[in-house]
């Protein structure tokens, strides 16, 4: 059998109810319209950094329980104690760097919903940028987003084109969801 070339050939022979095929299928390159699920989305991608995106999908149940359902307004209000909590949860990624990029880009977040209305109308404000671009400003803004991480973020939701070949089943379902995809 041919090494696939792509995620989209990679889950296409997975079964239906395996979570790369499920993440694939019914959120990667979707537009995500809450701050508290992008939010979710750049933790995830962050704590994926040097580990398999496999590990992250069959920890993000426990990331979600961890990061108090990815709410922005409580993970910004974190202190020393939610550190020590998530550092000893073996349910999540126990790395301090990225238990602490989580807790200041929340509060970015925040920062960015009082300037914005909301982290989607920031991005919306800087749509469409070039990959380079979006970079200097992610590193600019948040902490442990290099140029992978930022590029998968803006994939993964839709604000950059990318995450599904041409020929992929769902790659019209995204094309249709994505609009801005015509601005890049």
């Not at 939610?82 to 990029?101: F, P, S, T, W």
Request: hydrophobic share 40%; proline share 4%; net charge negative.
């Amino acid at each position: 059998m041919e090494k696939p070339t792509s995620y989209c050939q990679f889950v296409d022979s997975l079964e239906e109810d395996n979570a790369h095929r499920i993440y694939h299928d019914q959120h990667y390159g979707f537009p995500i319209d809450s701050d508290d699920e992008l939010f979710c989305r750049l933790v995830l991608e962050i704590n994926q950094a040097g580990l398999s995106w496999t590990t992250i999908l069959n920890k993000q149940d426990n990331f979600r329980m961890a990061y108090s359902n990815f709410s922005i307004q409580e993970v910004a209000q974190y202190g020393d104690a939610d550190v020590e909590r998530l550092l000893q949860d073996a349910g999540i990624i126990r790395n301090k760097l990225k238990v602490h990029a989580a807790i200041y880009n929340a509060n970015q977040i925040c920062a960015l919903q009082e300037s914005f209305g909301s982290f989607q109308h920031w991005l919306a404000h800087h749509h469409p940028l070039p990959l380079q671009d979006w970079v200097k400003l992610f590193k600019k803004t948040f902490k442990f987003t290099g140029g992978e991480i930022t590029n998968e973020f803006l994939m993964s939701t839709g604000y950059l084109p990318g995450a599904h070949m041409a020929t992929c089943s769902i790659y019209p379902k995204v094309l249709k969801a994505c609009p801005k995809w015509n601005e890049v």
